[in-house]
């Protein structure tokens, strides 16, 4: 039996070379609030197929790595019971054992760029966490972007963590990152983290350009993030953002959460203290990320 499946529609797509969008399945699983999450990972599949694209959802079912979901495989994700969180290492041990799992960023990077899938969006990348020094936490997802050629539509990293330390790491790691019609790095549930970027894109055209130079130049073999804010209307206002956020990591030091858990505690706690106002901005974000992805990869 083969490790890996890629649906009818995905593997179509991708011999006749139209546009196709990874997507991962953590956020679904892990990020949003059930039974919203099916709501919001169908509509992100009518998104890109509403621009031209096919939407390949990434995700692992009974032990197999599954690139392109029916909306019965997508229910199972989003359903959440015995889903487990799977980051690129944790695919092996999860298809050997038959496991059920969602696909983090860097295990969905992993899955997607082996296929020929050149774009993928997702919400807001793991990064370095702000208690660093302590925890020695940083997402899997930035060594995995360092040896990944794929570009990722996000809206920047999540707030939650330490975004200098964790765009020093990307500029370490030799990960590319281009803001989208903006200088500043985006702030995932605010439009702006402040944060000054190198290089910005102003259209889908122009991020398939980088893309098309970096692989007729060879390389590198890291990702590219195109990092796209959520517009000014839809984001988190900054100063209950900032007083939630230092209570969210108060609680997440206090309930003793680590690993893993870090971030869907966050998500989770942000989400119920500003009165499902963050899951809006979130959901806004990876709307918009999806839609740019697709046409970029259209572009392409
Ligand atoms: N973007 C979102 N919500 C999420 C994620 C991204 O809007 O839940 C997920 C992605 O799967 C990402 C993961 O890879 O969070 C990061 O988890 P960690 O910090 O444990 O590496
Ligand atoms: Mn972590």
């Not at 944790?90 to 997607?112: E, K, M, Q, W, Y």
């Not at 975004?163 to 790691?173: C, D, G, H, K, S």
């Not at 985006?186 to 259209?203: A, H, I, K, R």
């Amino acid at each position: 039996m083969a490790l890996t499946e890629i649906s009818e529609e995905v593997r179509d797509a991708l011999a006749a070379r139209r546009p196709v969008v990874a997507l991962e399945s953590t956020i679904i699983a892990h990020g949003l609030p059930r039974p919203r999450n099916l709501d919001i990972a169908v509509e992100l599949e009518a998104v890109v197929r509403s621009l031209g694209a096919v939407p390949a959802t990434i995700a692992v079912l009974g032990g197999r790595a599954r690139i392109g979901l029916d909306t019965a495989q997508l229910a199972r994700i989003a359903g959440g019971e015995g889903i487990r969180k799977l980051g690129r290492r944790d695919l092996a041990p999860a298809l050997a054992t038959g496991a059920d799992g969602a696909t983090t960023v860097s295990a969905t990077a992993f899955l997607a760029a082996r296929a020929g899938i050149r774009v993928f969006a997702t919400g807001g990348l793991g990064g370095v966490h702000r208690d660093w020094v302590r925890s020695q936490d940083e997402s899997a997802d930035l060594p995995e972007l360092a040896r990944t050629g794929i570009a990722v539509v996000c809206a920047g990293v999540k707030s939650v963590l330490d975004v200098p330390a964790t765009l020093q790491r990307l500029e370490t790691l030799g990960v590319g990152v281009v803001g989208y019609g903006t200088d500043r790095f985006p702030g995932f549930y605010l439009t702006s983290s402040g944060e000054p970027v190198d290089w910005t894109v102003e259209s889908p055209e122009e991020a398939a350009a980088v893309i098309r130079a970096r692989e007729r130049l060879g390389g590198p073999d890291s990702a590219l993030i195109v990092a796209n804010p959520v517009p000014e209307s839809a984001q988190l206002d900054p100063e209950l953002h900032d007083r939630v956020l230092g209570a969210a990591l108060d609680a997440c030091a206090e309930h003793g959460i680590a690993g893993q858990g870090v971030t869907p505690f966050l998500l989770d706690y942000l989400s119920r203290h500003t009165g499902g106002a963050s899951l809006e901005a979130n959901v806004a974000a990876v709307r918009g990320n999806v839609r740019l992805a697709s046409l970029i990869a259209a572009a392409l």
